[in-house]
């Protein structure tokens, strides 16, 4: 499925600029998917300089993969035509099936599950967008990273499947493999689950689920995979207006909100509320150390800031302990006292003239043995001094220079205020923490909630 | 306070670049400050082209307010001075008083406010940046907007009365009168709240309190002003790092947490979370139609996206109504079945050829009884589409153009995904919303969240 020898493409158009050529058959070019594409298409001799062929059967060499792409009324017949010439696996774009809620759509959807059973054809889909996997150099929208990197992510969703891999992409984080599987006729999560749990290139793997097919088997799957690393889950449909969107969308049963708790918590999984806090939670798998606790040491550069991130930390779960009196005359020798604090969280003035206390300061609390973890927020606000721009690129370079050895983990909150220049700017630097290895948050409520659901992962684990 | 004749800024610096001439002298001459500016240094003639004097006593004419920016030490002598010259306010940017901890700290501000108060001189401050209020042309950052508008902010936060200011700006938000009031040995939330609560140019009010000076004085300001408007109160110091980090910041002492929520209630302010809450609360107040209830009628681009959509809404609090049968076949008439939903949220497919549908169906729900309020979220992926930024533009346009007539409020959510050209041109079409009257989120649960607490706000108001 993640590694076929040939990809046919059912539907693809002599539009040269239509969705399916856009979005499937062009990127296996721009990937260099390295096995043979097959456009198939009546009415074209060639589509982006591939010959194409009238129908699957016509295609003289084998053909592993599918993609089907052509309204609803002609799929039964493609399937009919994968059966005969053995393909392994049809991902099955169109939409028009269970999800319409009406009992046309969903016979329908029997019959091509049935026959592709029966035919030992196995089904993505309907009512999705497929697989982007960089390895092998299959993808779903045009653009992506062609780099493979080690998170997994699968969705009922193909927005979320490209909205997440597009959000993940922006931090830094890459993936080894995304699959979008809409209604889930014959593939499900639990086979996802059960693949990825055992796949060398995932090391984190997310999940987007709005209903499930096997409640039993799919809670054997996530608690196997979350045994071996961590699992995220965004349950679609936890509300009453959520739970009947869900029926519209991908025609699954949406199931009650406290059991997905239960399931979570009993399976090992972690539970995440929307995208973001998805890609968050994932950026602190990527590129945090390991975490030995939940007591925070926090740098800020602003008054409130400190109290604002005490108060999410705090808020969060996390805890702030107040520095003992060694470690705030430690703090001392580098902080001047006016305007300022040394307890916990460290309120510092910018670095204008010099940046190398910052280094200092950095590695007493990367050093201190009263914290776990060090958040460092440093508000992007250029104007406020003359070349401000140089002001922070040199506070963010000392603070980088002083966590590069440290045992315990370090991240990064960059909140942004103003204009699209400052946004650019703060790009950068968000950049420049994510090459040299550290995560980034806009928010300290943001980076609290991924670092205390790490914790409350870790502690799981070590009692497991 | 506002409106002063003439301004002194004492401690203005033969270094043109300084803190003090960057973000006080030289926002006075850039936002054409219309009454006189005296820079005050004893070893210097002139500053950036102002005749400077040595002392405020060698000031030949009257000065109504002081910018106070000499260390700790110098302050209650500069007080006297102003005293002597029968000065009106002075604001005190001078960190190093009861914020410190140490009895010193505190003797010394004490000793100020005795000066001050027996010689009938006000104080803003100690510890604080003052005032913004673009329609007198005082600031206390460079490049804020000249215009003035309607949203006032307090705050014992100079750098959140600098990042609101910034968020505000950047969301299409003016504002009438920024105060960063830092101890307040003098004049406080109280004096400030009484104030604004009167002031004709202000419409809505924020505030960032860590701890107040007299609960019953405070608890009769907040109410009064809330009778007469909106009044949104972050509450720095809520957990118990927090509450320590306050005491660091501004002396304050923080109160307990659920003694703030039953004040807030009881007042009839509305309590927020952070900064980000605030401006999203404020651009609902700024923008919106009147809200007549909490039922939200949903149009979304994307099946994952409307299930999401649904629960964010309803977990804020809001209704997310399913549709009648006479809706539905109404919007039927202009949604293609397939891949998409009609009973709310409306999950519709891309406007690729035509956005004429995306007017009707708009038009349907502005007009529909059986919602208060429409939210129409756009997914801020260009790249899906050849000419995407045309698309999602004429998206846009067609929404916009069909939101314009209605007596219903709407509002847009604009999530986006990659990189920075694409929150460069998400950047843009936010503009176009705003220009068109319209509030704009990133996510929905931002605007769900705004949304229920300015229901709950109406809701509050109408029964008393």
Redesign the interface.
């Known amino acids: 499925m993640f590694d076929p020898r040939s990809i046919a493409v059912v539907g693809a158009s002599t539009n040269i ?1 239509a ?1 399916v050529n ?2 499937f058959l062009k990127p296996l070019v721009d990937h260099k998917y390295r096995g043979k594409i097959y456009p198939v298409n009546p009415r074209a001799d060639e589509i982006l300089g591939l010959e194409a062929y009238p129908s699957i059967n016509q295609i003289p060499e084998t053909v592993d993969f599918v993609v089907c792409a052509v ?2 009324e002609f799929v039964s017949r493609v399937v009919e035509e994968c059966v005969e010439k053995e393909v392994k696996v049809i991902h099955i774009y169109s ?2 099936f269970s ?2 809620g009406e009992p046309e759509g969903r016979e329908l959807e029997q019959r091509i599950a049935h026959i592709a059973c029966r035919g030992g054809v196995r089904i993505i889909g309907p ?1 999705c967008i497929g697989i982007y996997c960089p390895s092998t150099g299959m993808s779903f ?3 992506l990273s062609k780099e493979a990197g080690h998170m997994a992510f699968i ?6 499947a ?2 997440v891999t ?2 993940g ?2 931090k830094g984080i890459r993936f080894s493999k995304v699959v979008s599987y809409g209604n889930a006729c014959d593939l499900n999560e639990a086979d996802f689950l059960q693949y990825l749990a055992n796949d060398a290139e995932t090391k984190t793997i997310g999940a ?1 689920i ?1 209903g499930v097919k096997s409640g039993p088997r799919f809670v054997e799957a996530l608690s196997e995979a979350a045994k071996k690393k961590p699992v995220i889950v965004i349950k ?7 739970t ?3 029926a ?3 025609g699954s049963m949406a199931g009650t909100d406290l059991l997905w708790d239960a399931i979570c918590r009993q399976a090992g999984a972690i539970r995440v ?4 806090e998805l890609i968050d939670l994932a950026e602190a798998f990527s590129y945090m150390r390991v975490l030995q606790g939940k007591r925070v040491g926090i740098i800020c550069i ?14 969060a779960g996390l ?4 520095f003992s009196q060694r470690v705030r005359q430690e703090l001392l020798t580098v902080i001047d ?3 300022t ?1 040394v ?3 460290v ?1 510092t003035r910018p670095a204008l003239a010099d940046s190398r206390p910052f280094v200092k300061m950095t590695t007493m609390l990367t050093t201190c043995d009263e914290i776990d973890i060090v958040i460092i927020q440093v ?1 992007v ?1 250029p ?4 070349q401000g721009d140089r002001v922070i690129m040199g506070e963010i370079e000392a603070f980088i220079e002083a966590s590069k050895s440290s045992s315990k983990p370090v991240t990064f909150v960059l ?1 942004t ?4 220049d400052v ?2 700017f703060a ?1 950068k630097i968000t950049e420049k923490c994510h090459n040299a290895g550290f995560p980034v948050y806009p ?1 300290v ?1 943001d980076a609290a909630k991924a670092i205390s659901r790490m914790a409350a992962y870790r502690q799981m684990n070590a009692v497991r």
Chains 1, 2 share one sequence.
Do not use: I
């Open positions: 600029d969705m856009r979005n309204p609803a939409a028009g999800e319409t009512n929208y045009p653009n969705s009922q969703s193909g927005g979320f490209r909205g597009l959000m992409e922006k987007y709005e679609g449909g936890r509300t009453t207006a959520g009947r969107a869900v519209s969308h991908t509320y929307d995208p973001t602003g008054g409130g800031e400190s109290v604002q991130a005490a108060d999410e930390c705090e808020a805890v702030v302990p107040s006292q006016v305007g604090s307890r916990n969280p309120d508000p606000t104007g406020l001094y003359p909140p205020y103003g204009s699209v946004a650019q790009f928010l409520r």
